[in-house]
């Protein structure tokens, strides 16, 4: 986005927590400046917390919200464009007040699902920077429905996904379905992180492997479960048929994903998720869960296959209908494609976006 953003000629900087050691606290990525603030993060995603960390969050607002006011002014920013409103919308919402500056929100999923479960604080807070955000957009339609529910009015929401980029789409065009494929792959690319839910897909394996043998699975990401999927799959016998690649840096994934024949997410919750718009775009069938998000993008059993949150056994009989019906791949591939196209073309999207930056007072 950022990159785009730049090409359609506006001057990015880019504030960001530091979350990994080997991080710089500056740097310059193809001109766009990237800050990034200390909270004793040590390695560890916030997400990956059970509990919220109260005493890093605090340095995280302190950090974060004197690195904002420091960028704004260094490099005379106009307008400031947050993702997450929770938790850093409420570090744009303080600077934007102080400073007297447009403030747009981009709800990703996790933010909005937080307000929705929790109606005490973190509710409090997801409200408080939407209502002072000159402009919101939403990832998914449904998202967009959930907030009016909390009393966020529609007037200033737009719905555009984040994009997919030319990659996927280039592999997308160049993939050949094969009839008679020895073995097939299947994928898994999300974090292997509890709210992923990626268990469910190892429990599926056996069932796949007594139908299919060949098939080979490959999970691909890093994250706290790491471990115990893994020996998950050792206990289950299937060791000799799943690759484990953990975490795939983002350049390699069109490659990745033109390897592998299916791909599947089982996480039980999703705003618009990247990681199918770009598996639609590069020609792998999804089989993902039957949620709100992913029922914008997928018709079961027409460019997809939906299945229930918890079933192992539904998964398991969807991924090997989809391996026998080579049809029904073929045409997927057309359509999927097609699909991203019209409406996750990040050179089209980033054109939306440019233009509620123009609007903005």
């Known amino acids: 986005m950022a990159t785009l953003l730049e090409e359609e000629g506006y001057k990015i ?24 603030f200390p909270f004793f993060a040590r390695d560890k995603l916030l997400i990956e917390h059970k509990k919220i960390p109260y005493l890093r969050m605090i340095l995280y607002y302190i950090t974060g919200f004197f690195l904002t006011i420091y960028a704004m002014f260094k490099n005379k920013c106009n307008l400031i464009h947050v993702h ?111 709210f992923y839910n990626v268990s469910l897909l190892v429990r599926a394996i056996p069932y796949v492997i007594k139908e299919e043998p060949k ?34 840096p983002h350049q390699e994934m069109p490659n990745l994903l033109g390897q592998s024949d299916i791909y599947v997410s089982t996480s039980p919750h999703d705003g ?32 997809g296959f939906l299945v229930p949150k918890e079933n192992e056994n539904v998964l398991a009989k969807k991924i090997v209908e989809a391996i026998r019906d080579h049809r029904l791949l073929g045409e997927a591939h057309e359509k999927n494609r097609k699909i991203v196209e019209q409406r996750a073309y990040w050179r089209e999207n980033i054109k939306k976006i440019a233009e509620f930056y123009k609007n903005s007072p």
């Open 272 to 303: 618009t998720s990247v990681s199918l718009l770009e598996a639609l775009a590069s020609g792998a069938f999804p089989v993902v869960t039957d949620i709100p998000s992913n029922r914008e993008w997928i018709s079961d059993g027409d460019n």
């Open 215 to 248: 098939t080979k699975f490959i999970i691909a990401g890093d994250g706290s479960e790491k471990g115990n999927l893994e020996s998950e799959v050792e206990q289950l016998n299937v060791s000799s048929s799943v690759q484990f690649l953990g975490r795939v």
């Open 13 to 36: 900087s880019v504030v960001t927590p530091k979350i990994y050691g080997g991080s710089h606290y500056f740097e310059e990525q193809n001109g766009i400046k990237v800050y990034r």
């Open 84 to 194: 997450w409103a929770i938790p850093t919308g409420l570090i744009g919402a303080w600077v934007g007040g102080l400073l007297r500056k447009p403030i747009v929100v981009t709800i990703h999923g996790s933010d909005l699902r937080m307000a929705i479960e929790r109606p005490g604080f973190l509710r409090k807070i997801f409200v408080y920077v939407c209502k002072n955000a000159t402009h919101l957009n939403c990832v998914s339609e449904v998202q967009e429905k959930e907030m009016e529910q909390l009393g966020i009015m529609n007037e200033k929401i737009s719905v555009i996904p984040m994009g997919v980029d030319e990659a996927f789409l280039e592999t997308g065009k160049g993939r050949k379905i094969e009839l008679n494929k020895g073995s097939f792959i299947i994928l898994s690319n999300r974090n292997l992180l509890p």
